[in-house]
């Protein structure tokens, strides 16, 4: 079984509507992260979180909510879609000494009409 | 400006080719320096990590590092068609638990 999966791999939505984005891991990781990628964007932290207690803003917070029920899940939500956050979204963990290396999931293509 | 530049390609080679794939960047603060490789339709995976300047080999692979020209390298000899993915540059600052700032990606494409 994979250590970082994300739910759900694609979805289409409308503007408007609210999306949530889940990410769940077995690595026992305590840091967790949330990215979106753009073509030619690269990877752009969202959200990331050091610990259960622990949220922080990302490059690119606005519109997007975060919420780390457990250590092994982080979710993500557009509270309102809007076509522009059409991308593909990534979830990442790493360990509390090294941040360098992240372990990335499937990721999750979303669309907003 | 972005802080870390780099070639979107595609850049296609033939099969046993030497690639080489860079990035340059602007903030001297950065101090680790890893590659990490995604392919299609899949998440990113990290390839070579490096610290402050020099160079790393692990097999096929050798990852440069020239912090006074703000530019790193990524070689692959003898590459396979399996080496086809798109290659992000990373990098974060003096702390290991900093934030990684990723470079855009270069497409890469080896033909048999």
């Known amino acids: 079984d994979a250590d970082v999966t994300q739910t759900p791999r694609n979805r289409i939505t409308k503007t408007g509507k609210r999306i949530m984005l889940e990410c769940s891991q077995t690595?026992?990781?305590?840091?967790m992260y949330w990215y979106r990628q753009d073509p030619g964007l690269g990877l752009r932290l969202i959200y990331y979180s050091f610990d259960v207690k622990d949220i922080n803003k990302g490059e690119i917070s606005d519109g997007y909510s975060v919420s780390r029920q457990a250590q092994a899940k982080f979710s993500l939500s557009l509270e309102s879609a809007i076509p522009n956050q059409t991308a593909l979204y990534f979830c990442?963990?790493?360990?509390?000494?090294?941040?360098?290396?992240?372990?990335f999931g499937p990721g999750t293509r979303l669309t907003v009409l | 400006q972005k802080e870390v530049e780099q070639d979107p390609g595609p850049l296609s080679v033939p099969e046993g080719a030497i690639v080489s794939l860079n990035c340059t960047y602007s903030?001297?603060?950065?101090?680790?320096f890893m590659w990490y490789r995604q392919y299609s339709r899949k998440g990113p995976e990290l390839l070579m990590y490096t610290y402050s300047s020099g160079n790393k080999e692990d097999g096929r692979f050798t990852a440069q590092v020239d912090k006074s020209s703000k530019y790193i390298s990524l070689f692959i000899r003898d590459s396979q068609p399996s080496d086809s993915a798109t290659y992000l540059c990373a990098m974060s600052g003096q702390n290991a638990g900093n934030m990684l700032t990723f470079g855009g990606g270069t497409r890469l494409m080896v033909k048999p």
């Open positions: 690595k026992g990781h305590d840091r």
């Open positions: 990442a963990t790493s360990d509390l000494v090294n941040g360098n290396e992240q372990f």
């Open positions: 903030n001297s603060a950065f101090q680790y």
